[in-house]
Structure formats: C-alpha cells, structure tokens
C-alpha cells in the first residue's frame, strides 16, 4: 500500500534513480558553486517538507510532508491528510501541488520544484506529469509504491509526453526516521492490532530506510 511501506523491514532499497535527462531542468548546475547553491536550497526546502510531515504525526497521518517552490520562493506546503479527510488522493505532494496550481493561478507549473519527505506514487507522479513539473525532490526511497526510480521512472518514461528531473536522498534518513517511529509507536499503542487496512500491516515491523 503506498505511505505505509515503511512498516516493512527492507533496507535493500537504496535508490537507484533515473538519471535526470540532459535537456531538462537540472540539479547539475554549470560550476560546481551552481551545485553547491542548489543542493543547500534542497536541504532547505527539504526541512520544511519534513516540517510538514511532523505535522501530519502529530494529528495521527503517517508523517510525509511536501513544499512546492520556485527557485528560493516557497508557492504551497502540504501533509498527508489520508485519514482526516477521509480522501484517497489526500497525499502530501498530492495536496501541494494543487495549492500551488491555485496559489499560482494555472495548472501548468513548468518552473515548479515538488519538495517530499517520502518517493512519490504513482498517482502522485502521474500528478507531477499533468503539471508539468520541472522537478522533484524527495528524501527516502518507497519500495512498495516508489515511482520515481524504485518501481517505476515515471518521470523518464519516452512513452509519455513529459519528462522531469528527480533528486533522490536529500535529508532521507531524518524522512525514514520519522516513518519508523510513527509506526513504532502506533504499534506500542496496540493499534496494529486493529487489523485495519493499512496502518494494520504495521504489526510486520518498524521499516528501514
Ligand atoms: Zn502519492
């Protein structure tokens, strides 16, 4: 199930991601300095996804956060509502993007980077296409739903009719390290026991990033 794969043990999952193709917009800067500034902003934004993740623990989401931004500015910030709004597509980049397309006033966000805690999903890859994103971000790796180099490259498919940059591992081990302890402590909390669709499988274990 997507946001719940940190339940499971599996630290086979280092990820092995796409290579950003050379026409798009990249992290590769023209100098090393370039670079160097690019992966500081990363880091920033990244912290405030994880922000966003903390928030959605503390109302008992599994803890995934995400920011859109354009260069240094920040458009829109989201978590993970799945259980709150009762709402399927209420994942964290999922939600970001759209409050960025609204804050933005249009649906194409061409100049945006998508900054989450946690390997999008399918879905919220396919979301990332439909905007046209120029970039995501994300910190740990999902084995059981990544679709931005884990299970699939949904953003460096030919087939389809855009392509984006992806940057994997930013600030992973503080991402799978919130994960981990949501799951331990729900699982301290007996709630596992509930055998709900899910969160139950957490009786399996803590996850590793
Ligand atoms: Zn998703």
Redesign the pocket.
């Known amino acids: 199930m997507?946001y719940n794969s940190y339940m499971d043990k599996s630290d086979d999952n280092v990820a092995s991601l796409p290579v950003a193709d050379d026409s798009l917009p990249s992290a590769a800067g023209a100098s090393l300095q370039a670079a160097d500034g690019q992966a500081e902003r990363d880091r920033h934004f990244m912290g405030l996804a994880l922000a966003q993740a903390r928030q959605a623990g503390a109302i008992g989401e599994v803890p995934i956060g995400a920011v859109v931004a354009i260069g240094d500015r920040l458009v829109a910030s989201a978590h993970n509502r799945r259980e709150v709004d009762a709402d399927p597509a209420a994942?964290a980049?999922?939600s970001a993007i759209c409050a960025a397309a609204a804050q933005l006033g249009r649906w194409r966000l061409s100049d945006c980077t998508v900054y989450v805690t946690l390997e999008?999903?399918l879905?919220?890859a396919g979301l990332m296409l439909q905007a046209r994103i120029a970039r995501c971000v994300y910190g740990a790796p999902d084995p059981k739903a990544g679709a931005l180099g884990t299970l699939y490259c949904v953003n460096a498919d030919s087939r389809l009719n855009h392509r984006f940059a992806v940057e994997s591992g930013v600030l992973a081990a503080e991402s799978a390290e919130l994960l981990r302890g949501f799951f331990v402590a729900l699982r301290g909390r007996g709630a596992a026991g509930r055998g709900e669709t899910g969160q139950g499988a957490a009786e399996r274990g803590g996850g590793d990033g």
């Open positions: 997507p994942h980049e999922f999008p999903c879905m919220c």
